[in-house]
């Protein structure tokens, strides 16, 4: 144990001797973000013996590496969840107290890596932790975003995106491995020439750029284990052009270092314009290229030119269609670097490759147009072509003369490159991320691939990382659990079933409702301070924080809450518990109606706060720029977890097991892991509404759905959309949410109305609303479904994930 390696002394001489030799200063001159990076440097040094060793293992096993490929990892903050791994928590926070020093003060001067945005980043950030934990070798990679996404700041109840400096102070935890540093070009054109019987390609004028890679450790948990999570900074080769700069033409001077570094500046950038598109694909294609050439560098390190033995030695699992250019990729490294023919290279990045799909909305399948890919990778394009030849060649003998459905399937179609039928088509697994999720893959979304080779699709739910999310976030519940059976589910998540009985001891319940209250008030002393808004604890604290989209109907909540509102305004005697709607989301730049749905709950806060009876029952927080470490306060103080989406429009979710773990209690539709947590904790431990995914599909299918029939008949609903365009939310502008009225009733340029049945699925989740609220008052009730909600949450750890992911998927030694 890694625990057995330090003492409370070595850690103080430690804190001291770095604030000396970096700062010249004593403990007690120190400011907290000099004494966060001694801290973090003492941890970072127990970890690198340990990440030293680790790697050194694995290549004495010479064993099998996953190289998880995701353009976004949102990490959070590393120093507590390393400590808590390192088995060395409580020796620094005793020598921290002994220098006088509360390592909760340090915590928020480490800062938030600006690495990811939603749950697809959260995901392979959780991903990563399990894989250290249980010992599997792996390297995650992505880009090193100088500025993330963007700081989300409400000006006037409107999102305002700011820069998100993070690198400002630099990272205690990473390092740039130069060596492996590596060049990447983009644009020039194709040369084909013979040698020794074999055709050569040599791109030409092209435009090269430099990928520097900065690593980070990752701790597994008791173990002897430290992964790596590569991130890749763009960098010019030319620094500055010295003959325009003494000409005085300064900015001329610094413009081609500008162009190539713009690449890892920012996750995301805005694609509603060909610039921004463009540069979208240049990003995936720097991280996987430099990945991939990596290594290829590393294998032949170790192997030689042997590349029989590449999918024995590496597997690359590409999270969503984002990295899936690695798989023309690898066809161009092997081909035109390592000279291998076509075929042989086609059946080693086929037996290396496999694919995690995200999404079922076609609308959001990852599409280029082909010109920009022929202009921007040349040779890329010509690999996508050869590839797509000879699908469609396959395809027509298995659908003779279905012209239309081998263009559904094809890689290259209606002057588009189709990711998502790339990735399936060459990749040799391709997984769901529920089991609904996985269900729909094989009978909808790539149905006609699943016709053909049925073996290469499953299904793996989704996980989180119960050290993150339980332990390190909800000190007093795990203090609770642990007094109760024991730290055993530390290790293995699943232990904690062991409470199911707990949850009929009245003492139990009473310490786990305090524990509750105490997480409360620590999101009250967090919102105040950062938003300066006071909120009553004895409120019901009701949350729904997830990425703003439609689909996901943030806007049925906001109705609902609205329809609340004027029950009572219009009526004296109606009555209800407090409610706390508590609101985080982030919406993307150019999303125009997720903008206006903030906008829309914002000024429903405004309308609440205003009224003096409604805001003794009600009250709307719209938490900014909500990232991890703000989960990390917000999702223990829940006590209901709002996962809204559509029937069939989530993929899995993980929130829902986030709040789950901390004992909210959901209220939901049957979609996404929705369905799995109903499995796990049964019908009476959960609140379930709405149209299932069939009733969903054959209401997209029938297109007979009429929402303005629901308008005219429910009087609570017309009044609240009434109340959008007649001035009550915003009296001087409006028409405001004018668009939203549109959207729902009469549907955009002919399209369906309501498509995300928000009108359709309000009756049921009004009545689900009331049976939750009369609970709710019923303490012991309420306690006992909580505690079960806990106790069923172990089967949605991420170790548990990642060891499906390993029995089905890659096939991976354990690091002994």
């Known amino acids: 144990m890694a625990s057995n390696t330090i003492t409370t002394e070595s850690v103080k001489e430690s804190i001291i001797g770095k604030l000396q030799r970096y700062y010249g200063l004593t403990v007690s001159e120190a400011s907290q973000q000099q004494l966060y990076k001694a801290v973090a440097s003492t941890a970072r040094d127990q970890i690198m013996s340990k990440w030293m060793t680790s790697r050194r293992k694995r290549h004495e096993q010479y064993g099998k590496r996953v190289y998880y490929l995701s353009v976004e990892f949102l990490m959070g903050r590393s120093l507590n969840c390393n400590l808590i791994n390192l088995c060395s928590q409580e020796i620094y926070e005793q020598a921290l107290r002994e220098l006088n020093i509360n390592l909760v003060d340090i915590l928020p001067e480490e800062p938030e890596p600006a690495l ?179 290594a290829l560098k590393n294998f032949k390190k170790y192997y030689g ?166 332990i390190e976030s909800n000190k007093g519940l795990t203090n609770l659990i642990k007094d109760a059976i024991g730290d055993g589910f530390v290790q293995d998540a699943e232990k904690l079933e062991e409470l199911v009985p707990f949850a009929d001891d009245a003492a139990f319940r009473d310490r786990f409702d305090q524990v509750k209250k105490q997480n409360k008030q620590r999101l009250q002393a967090l919102i105040k301070a950062r938003q300066g808004i006071d909120i009553d604890t004895d409120f019901i604290f009701d949350t729904q924080a997830k990425r703003l989209h439609e689909y996901k109907r943030q806007m049925l909540n906001a109705l609902h809450i609205q329809v609340l509102y004027n029950r009572i305004v219009d009526d004296p005697s109606f009555s209800m518990p407090p409610r706390l709607f508590l609101f985080g989301a982030k919406a993307a730049p150019g999303y125009g109606r997720a903008k206006v749905i903030i906008r829309y709950i914002n000024a429903l806060a405004k309308l609440i706060d205003k009224h003096p009876r409604a805001k003794q029952m009600l009250k709307i927080v719209y938490i900014e720029n909500y990232d991890v470490s703000t989960a990390e306060v917000l999702m223990p103080a829940t006590e209901i977890s709002e996962q809204l989406s559509t029937a069939g429009k989530e993929a899995s979710g993980t929130g829902n097991m986030k709040f789950m773990m901390n004992g909210a209690i959901t209220i939901g539709t049957m979609d996404g892991a929705n369905v799995e947590i109903f499995d796990q904790v049964g019908e009476e431990n959960i609140y ?94 309420w306690l006992k479904m909580a505690i079960m909600n806990t106790a069923k949450s172990g089967y949605f750890s991420s170790d548990r994930t990642i060891r499906e992911y390993n029995e089905k998927i890659w096939h991976i030694q354990r690091q002994r």
């Not at 033995?309 to 081909?335: Q, S, W, Y």
């Not at 509404?689 to 609903?717: K, L, W």
């Open 116 to 294: 990811g945005n939603g749950g697809l980043g959260r995901l392979a950030a959780c991903f990563m932790d399990s894989l250290a934990s249980e010992s599997l070798p792996a390297m995650g990679s992505t880009i090193r975003y100088e500025y993330g996404l963007f700081r989300q700041k409400m000006v006037d109840g409107q999102q305002v995106e700011l820069p998100d400096n993070w690198l400002q102070n630099g990272n205690v935890w990473e390092i740039a491995a130069m060596e492996d540093t590596c060049q990447i070009q983009y644009g020039g054109h194709v040369e084909e020439t013979e040698e020794n019987g074999r055709k050569v390609f040599r791109t030409v004028d092209a435009y090269t750029i430099d990928a520097v890679p900065y690593d980070m450790p990752i701790v597994g948990y008791n173990n002897e284990c430290v992964n790596t999570l590569r991130t890749w900074s763009a960098r010019s080769q030319q620094r500055i052009d010295l003959q325009s700069f003494g000409e005085g033409e300064y900015m001329k001077a610094m413009e081609e270092m500008e162009m190539a570094e713009v690449i890892s500046k920012v996750l995301y950038p805005e694609d509603r314009h060909y610039e921004g598109k463009m540069l979208r694909l240049k990003q995936h294609y720097f991280f996987v290229s430099a990945t991939l050439q990596y």
């Open 305 to 470: 030119n042997n590349f029989d033995l590449l999918p024995d030695k590496c597997v690359f699992h590409i999270n969503d269609t984002h990295p899936g250019l690695a798989i023309p990729e690898m066809m161009r490294l092997l081909i035109d670097q390592e000279g291998l023919t076509w075929e042989l290279a086609d059946r080693i990045t086929q037996r290396c490759m496999a694919y995690t799909n995200h999404t079922v909305m076609t609308e959001a399948l990852e599409c280029w147009p082909e010109e920009m890919m022929k202009q921007t990778l040349p040779r890329i394009y010509m690999i996508l072509e050869e590839m797509n030849k000879r699908l469609c060649a396959m395809l027509c003998k298995s659908y003779p003369d279905q012209w239309e459905r081998i263009g559904h399937m094809a890689i290259l179609a209606y002057g588009q490159v189709h990711m998502a039928n790339l990735c399936v088509a060459s990749c040799f697994s391709v997984n769901g991320v529920s089991q609904l999720h996985g269900k729909i893959l094989c009978d909808s979304l790539f149905h006609d691939y699943w016709l053909l080779q049925k073996q290469k699709f499953c299904a793996i739910t989704n996980g989180i990382t119960h050290r993150r999310w339980l």
């Open 688 to 781: 379930i509404f709405g149209m299932c995914a069939d009733a969903v599909d054959n209401m997209y299918r029938e297109r007979n759905y009429n929402p303005m029939s629901i308008f005219e008949t429910n009087t609570e609903i017309r009044k609240a959309m009434s109340q959008w365009l007649d001035g009550t939310l915003f009296p001087d502008q409006p028409l405001v949410l004018q668009e939203l009225y549109h959207t729902l009733l009469v549907g955009d340029y002919g399209g369906m109305p309501d498509p995300y049945f928000v009108m359709k699925d309000f009756g049921s989740y009004n009545l689900a609303n009331r049976r939750m609220m009369d609970d709710y008052q019923n303490r012991e009730k």
